[in-house]
């Protein structure tokens, strides 16, 4: 079991990162993922955000989370072949969190500082804030 601590790492990089432990067998538990953070113009990344989200009929989907943990999810499966066996038991072995739970207080979490938007000069946004902006209440 792995556990990661999300802070200030770049969605895409910890999305890719997880999915190939995931499909390898291992249970990744990600810790912190409303600090998760996308790169890019802000009004753009909440404008295509908030597309994805009206996107579709409410009783028929397609559904999209406000939450900041399933969001998160969401990017990793879609690096993923849900559909097969292989990718739907690895998309089970993956799980968010908001915070640090209870149950993962005395685990290590690994960090990874080649992820972290601070190696980067790009503009960024937390997903908190997008979650907010979609409506979470968290």
Do not use: W
Not at 24 to 37: F, S
Not at 63 to 87: C, E, H, Q, T, W
Request: aromatic fraction near 8%; include cysteine; glycine fraction near 6%.
């Amino acid at each position: 079991m792995i556990v990661i601590d999300a802070k200030d790492l770049i969605l895409g990089r910890l999305s890719a990162y997880v999915v190939k432990q995931a499909l390898l067998g291992e249970t990744v538990h990600v810790v912190n993922a409303e600090k998760v953070v996308i790169t890019g113009n802000k009004r753009n990344t909440i404008a295509l955000y908030k597309q994805r989200r009206e996107r579709g009929a409410p009783m028929v989907g397609p559904f999209f989370p406000r939450m900041p943990d399933r969001i998160v999810k969401r990017a990793m499966r879609g690096m993923l072949d849900y559909n097969k066996p292989s990718g739907k038991s690895a998309f089970a072995r993956i799980r968010c969190h908001i915070g640090v739970p209870e149950s993962l207080k005395d685990k290590e979490a690994v960090s990874f500082p080649k992820m972290s938007v601070d190696k980067t000069h790009a503009q960024y946004i937390y997903i908190a804030e997008i979650s907010k902006e979609l409506g979470a209440k968290f």
